[in-house]
């Protein structure tokens, strides 16, 4: 159940940061390669995963599912 409400979540980011998110979580990708394929800087690309993980920490807090500090 946990990880169908999660991927809602996923979903619900806006793409840059969905696509951010996904490669490095899911594809274990580096920041390094995830900034040269989305053609964006290194800063970019981080700054993107950290809405990402904000945007979902919030999206989070409303609802009664937890999750380990390191899944995200």
Not at 11 to 35: G, N, T, Y
Not at 63 to 71: E, H, R
Request: aromatic share 6%; hydrophobic share 40%; proline share 1%.
């Amino acid at each position: 159940q946990v990880d169908v409400d999660l991927k809602k979540m996923i979903q619900k980011l806006p793409d840059d940061q969905k696509e951010v998110l996904i490669m490095r979580h899911f594809c274990d990708m580096s920041f390094k390669d995830i900034a040269e394929i989305t053609e964006v800087s290194i800063n970019t690309a981080l700054g993107r995963m950290r809405y990402a993980l904000s945007n979902l920490r919030k999206m989070i807090e409303g609802t009664d599912l937890t999750l380990q500090m390191g899944y995200l």
